[in-house]
């Protein structure tokens, strides 16, 4: 199988003129930091306005896991952006463990949970000292099912280029077929009419263990691997404590692999995979997956390259 290759030419005949004023995208990126912070803040006082209209109420704490989780979210993004922002001679990114595409898993359990703690019922079960906390609907429990089959068949099913393609269109001819033939409303009326209820505490055990995982993943420990890119050299870190390696720019090819539609796009929204060639006494192949943003990184060595020698 083929894969895309985006290369640069280092060297550029055409005149470029350098300036120190910060272009738009550099503009924006200064700008996150204080973003997040009041996405931040916003969904914190949201969760303590709930908390307090809700906390006499009989039952279960109103905590309302939803704005806390995008909270701690936005301040981790906050403090990730102001420490790591690209300058306007460099851009540093980062290699992402899978881990990273299971977002969808804590998010739903969130707001799942907090659905189901504010119009949810209490159930008596036999046997149980405690009813259960549920929604009467069994359409949530569902959709949560389906949403944890997507991401582990996002996440370990390597799709690519017109593989991925080929998946996507068998699965939209199979649901077609299925409407022709009156299969689909058969299929679908007994799939929703399935018990399956998910309760409360259910919604809120897996929303906290995946989502504090992934913040440490996320924000801590995927940042020990990074590159570094200027106008002449390339720096690449494996591990903190390892040291780093510098490259001349001149020397190192960066190709992009062709990307999982469902894995880089539906959950990564534009992530994926590089390789780095680097070239001379020290040859090496770097495999750098789930790389954020990717294409924007690849733009942005090809204008750092154009300003080799003048900077």
């Avoid at 005949?13 to 912070?37: C, D, H, I, M, W």
């Avoid at 022709?180 to 309760?199: A, C, E, K, R």
């Avoid at 190192?252 to 894995?263: A, G, I, S």
Wanted: hydrophobic content about 45%; charged content about 15%; overall charge negative.
């Amino acid at each position: 199988m083929s894969e895309e290759t985006n290369t640069s030419n280092p060297v550029d005949n055409e005149v470029t003129q350098y300036t120190n004023s910060q272009s738009p995208s550099e503009l924006g990126k200064s700008r996150a930091p204080l973003v997040y912070f009041f996405i931040a803040l916003i969904m914190g006082v949201a969760a303590v306005v709930i908390f307090y209209s809700k906390k006499g109420q009989e039952g279960i704490t109103p905590i309302a896991f939803t704005p806390i989780a995008l909270a701690i979210w936005a301040l981790g993004q906050m403090f990730h952006t102001a420490r790591y922002k690209k300058s306007s001679d460099s851009i540093t990114f980062y290699s992402h463990s899978e881990f990273f595409y299971y977002w969808p898993l804590w998010l739903v359990s969130f707001v799942f949970g907090d659905i189901t703690l504010f119009f949810g019922s209490h159930v008596a079960v036999e046997g149980l000292s405690t009813s259960l906390l549920v929604m009467q609907e069994t359409g949530y429990g569902l959709v949560y099912i389906m949403v944890l089959a997507f991401s582990l068949f996002a996440t370990g099913v390597n799709l690519r280029g017109v593989w991925a393609l080929l998946t996507l269109v068998c699965l939209i001819f199979g649901v077609f077929l299925m409407s022709y033939y009156g299969v689909w409303d058969t299929v679908s009326s007994w799939v929703i009419q399935q018990p399956v209820y998910l309760n409360h505490g259910f919604y809120l055990a897996i929303g906290v263990m995946l989502f504090l995982p992934w913040c440490l993943v996320v924000f801590l420990f995927d940042t020990r691997k990074y590159v570094k890119i200027e106008s002449n050299t390339v720096t690449i870190v494996h591990e903190i404590g390892e040291g780093a390696r510098a490259y001349d720019t001149i020397g190192v090819m960066m190709e992009k692999k062709l990307d999982n539609f469902f894995k880089h796009y539906l959950l990564g929204f534009g992530s994926g995979d590089l390789v780095i060639r680097t070239s001379g006494g020290s040859n090496e192949v770097i495999h750098l997956p789930n790389v954020l943003g990717v294409d924007k990184v690849l733009n942005e060595l090809e204008n750092l390259r154009s300003m080799r020698g003048r900077i």
